[in-house]
């Protein structure tokens, strides 16, 4: 025995894990996507910048149990969003107008000269497309 009490011991722990979740909570604001007329610019722990020309794909995906949207771009990558997400612990009602609104401002800013591609490795594992749509619900 340390000779510390159980009860120190357990409010040291609930204030730690407290303090982490503050932490996630505060950090949590500075995650999302902003639109502009031409980009998506992520903000992550790194901002990343996606022209919305490069985009050949908006889709929901599951991730560690929850629902993220992901910008499937004509080079390959896969962007995913770290907003809008919903799931367990963080239920957002909005999720589904969120993915449409982002997928509307693509489709709307992508410019007169876009043209879909096939996607690097889209017959193995590239996102499905539904009756042809590259920005389909896989809840329609």
């Not at 609930?14 to 979740?21: D, S, V």
Request: overall charge neutral.
């Amino acid at each position: 025995m340390t000779g510390t009490p159980v009860g120190a011991e357990m409010t040291e722990s609930f204030g730690m894990w407290g303090g982490m979740l503050l932490v996630l909570l505060i950090a949590g604001r500075y995650f999302g996507v902003t639109l502009t007329e031409s980009t998506a610019t992520v903000h992550s722990l790194r901002r990343r910048t996606v022209q919305w020309a490069d985009v050949q794909a908006i889709r929901i995906e599951g991730f560690q149990g929850a629902q993220v949207v992901v910008l499937y771009e004509a080079d390959g990558r896969r962007t995913r969003l770290r907003a809008p997400i919903t799931g367990f612990l963080c239920w957002d009602r909005g999720f589904e107008d969120k993915f449409r609104t982002i997928g509307r401002w693509w489709q709307e800013h992508r410019g007169p000269d876009w043209a879909p591609v096939l996607l690097p490795g889209a017959h193995v594992s590239g996102p499905p497309l539904l009756d042809g749509n590259p920005f389909a619900s896989p809840t329609q």
